[in-house]
């Protein structure tokens, strides 16, 4: 990879993967919808570089479903980079995905890109939050490299989206990690998972992206919670030499389950 070349990736976020092979979240089996988006991907995806993982990776925090999260992501054959999300046991994320393939590493140097990871998880809470560490970390592994461009990956959105039953869950100190972001002058976006929907934004010349679940999706705009009957999805991206980004999302032809908005979430 040099400093010419764009850096294809891809990002396969909230899988929300059970212990059980036929667990439902909301009538949907999260087992059998990923691996039909890995099916897609395998199929119609251009050529890419690696994989990030934006949290949520199981739904029930067990270990066999941290094990089924490896198996399908290994037909990939590329590497791949895990956040924790709300519903993932940090340490028991990093036993089960930190090898030669699956990596929960702090930062990525790619070409001209630094890819930079926080861990926004708050235990206990489904909301977001940066213990300073993380911002501390933000703020060295940026000046700790020459990169041009940087990308920061998070699990919880920044800000809020105008979707009131969402937002109670936005990263609560978001506005400092967008200011340190501004602040640096090389970030050219924050991506994000959690929000199980599309969302492209921008903010002083930052791309804000947010991307659908591999399972159900939430329906933008609701002040309740409330379900969108959208396929299941994921999200290409191409980081350019000259730091601009060119992503889209790519959905399912159809839904893999009828969903189910009266069972429970858990």
Same mark, same amino acid.
């Given at each position: 990879?040099?400093?010419?070349?764009?850096? +294809?990736?891809?990002?396969?976020?909230?899988?929300?993967?059970?212990? !059980?092979?036929?667990?439902r979240l909301k009538g949907v089996r999260t087992d059998r919808s990923l691996s039909a988006v890995i099916d897609q991907v395998l199929?119609?995806? @251009? @050529?890419?570089?690696?994989?990030?993982?934006?949290?949520?990776?199981?739904? &029930?925090?067990?270990?066999?479903?941290?094990?089924?999260?490896?198996?399908?992501?290994?037909?990939?054959?590329? =590497?791949?980079? *895990?956040?924790?999300?709300? +519903?993932?046991?940090?340490?028991?994320?990093?036993?089960?995905?930190?090898?030669?393939?699956?990596? /929960?590493?702090?930062?990525?140097?790619?070409?001209?890109?630094?890819?930079?990871?926080?861990?926004?998880?708050? @235990?206990?809470?489904?909301?977001?939050?940066?213990?300073?560490?993380?911002?501390?970390?933000?703020?060295?592994?940026?000046?700790?490299?020459? $990169?041009?461009?940087?990308?920061? /990956?998070?699990?919880?959105?920044?800000?809020?989206?105008?979707?009131?039953?969402?937002?109670?869950?936005?990263?609560?100190?978001?506005?400092?990690?967008?200011?340190?972001? %501004?602040?640096?002058?090389?970030?050219?976006?924050?991506? *994000?998972?959690?929000?199980?929907?599309?969302?492209?934004?921008?903010?002083?010349?930052?791309?804000?992206?947010?991307?659908?679940?591999? /399972?159900?999706?939430?329906?933008?705009?609701?002040?309740?919670?409330?379900?969108?009957?959208?396929? @299941?999805?994921?999200?290409?991206?191409?980081?350019?030499? &000259?730091?601009?980004? !060119?992503?889209? %999302? %790519?959905?399912? =032809?159809? =839904?893999?389950?009828?969903?189910?908005? &009266? $069972?429970?979430?858990?």
């Amino acid at each position: 990879m040099t400093e010419t070349d764009s850096i +294809h990736l891809l990002q396969i976020t909230d899988t929300h993967l059970y212990a !059980d092979p036929g667990g439902r979240l909301k009538g949907v089996r999260t087992d059998r919808s990923l691996s039909a988006v890995i099916d897609q991907v395998l199929a119609t995806a @251009p @050529p890419f570089e690696f994989v990030l993982s934006t949290g949520d990776l199981v739904h &029930d925090d067990s270990d066999a479903a941290y094990d089924r999260f490896r198996g399908h992501l290994q037909r990939l054959g590329r =590497p791949v980079f *895990c956040l924790p999300g709300n +519903h993932d046991e940090v340490e028991k994320l990093r036993r089960h995905l930190n090898d030669e393939t699956f990596h /929960c590493n702090r930062s990525l140097r790619v070409g001209p890109w630094l890819l930079v990871f926080l861990d926004s998880s708050l @235990p206990g809470s489904a909301g977001g939050h940066l213990a300073e560490s993380e911002l501390d970390a933000l703020d060295r592994s940026i000046r700790g490299h020459d $990169a041009r461009h940087v990308l920061i /990956c998070v699990h919880h959105h920044p800000r809020p989206l105008g979707s009131a039953w969402l937002d109670t869950m936005v990263i609560d100190n978001g506005d400092e990690l967008l200011r340190r972001a %501004v602040r640096h002058g090389r970030v050219r976006g924050i991506l *994000c998972g959690h929000i199980h929907q599309e969302y492209d934004a921008e903010l002083q010349g930052m791309r804000l992206l947010g991307s659908p679940s591999t /399972c159900i999706q939430f329906l933008p705009g609701s002040d309740d919670f409330a379900l969108d009957p959208a396929p @299941p999805g994921w999200r290409w991206l191409r980081l350019q030499p &000259d730091g601009s980004i !060119d992503t889209g %999302v %790519v959905r399912l =032809p159809a =839904p893999t389950d009828v969903l189910d908005p &009266d $069972a429970e979430y858990g």
